[in-house]
């Protein structure tokens, strides 16, 4: 399922992926070259993609794929935006997300075949159920549990964790019209701040003993040199 789907994007974007070397390509991979580090997951056969495109997004496909589409640059702003991003998306890695939700969207089906043989032959309720009751409540937690995970991991991975909350109202201000949580996948970006917020003092713990003021230190002179390279 993870071939089929790298296949469907790269067939979707191939001609929109920008070149290895692109700067971009490079801010991505070294931003998340050291969240991979943090979470212990070098064994995988990572890939970086950037795509040009004004889309508002990144993902990770089972895997080790990333992709990060252009129109979420601006939003990340730096460094450490970035990192709230793709700490987010390998969270979802390093918790086996799709594992679990391929495995709860079997039992939620499981039900609703249930459901609907007892009470209703048409499938309405049954659909309505597995949309409001289970599916959209599960993907909000999974996405909660990703923001939280993340946190952990930019602020391990020697991040400002406190940029994350700017992140996040940077997104928030690009949104349009009003956020109905309850028919959303994503928890809305007003309550992923206010939570980012309440988690921060355990991040800022992991970030101080993280030994970041020695990392990040050796990190700018080598960002400097390759400036000074190109």
Not at 13 to 42: C, D, Q, W
């Amino acid at each position: 399922m993870a071939k089929q789907a790298y296949n469907q994007v790269m067939h979707q974007f191939g001609n929109k992926i920008l070149p290895p070397n692109h700067p971009y390509t490079i801010f991505v991979k070294r931003v998340a070259s050291r969240i991979i580090k943090a979470a212990g997951m070098e064994n995988l056969d990572w890939e970086f993609h950037v795509i040009q495109s004004d889309e508002k997004n990144a993902f990770v496909l089972p895997g080790g794929k990333v992709f990060v589409f252009t129109g979420i640059l601006p939003i990340a702003e730096n460094e450490n935006g970035l990192a709230t991003v793709l700490g987010h998306e390998i969270a979802h890695q390093l918790a086996r997300h799709s594992a679990e939700k391929l495995s709860f969207t079997k039992i939620a089906m499981f039900i609703g075949v249930i459901v609907a043989l007892v009470f209703d032959p048409s499938w309405g309720i049954q659909r309505i159920m597995m949309d409001l009751g289970m599916m959209l409540p599960f993907s909000r937690k999974c996405e909660t549990e990703a923001d939280q995970i993340g946190l952990q991991l930019m602020a391990q991975a020697c991040f400002d964790p406190r940029e994350s909350t700017h992140m996040w109202e940077r997104m928030a201000s690009q949104e349009r019209g009003p956020s109905l949580a309850f028919l959303n996948t994503h928890p809305a970006s007003k309550d992923r701040v206010r939570k980012m917020e309440a988690w921060m003092p355990e991040a800022l713990d992991t970030y101080n003993k993280s030994d970041c003021a020695t990392t990040n230190s050796w990190a700018d002179m080598f960002n400097k040199s390759k400036l000074a390279s190109w």
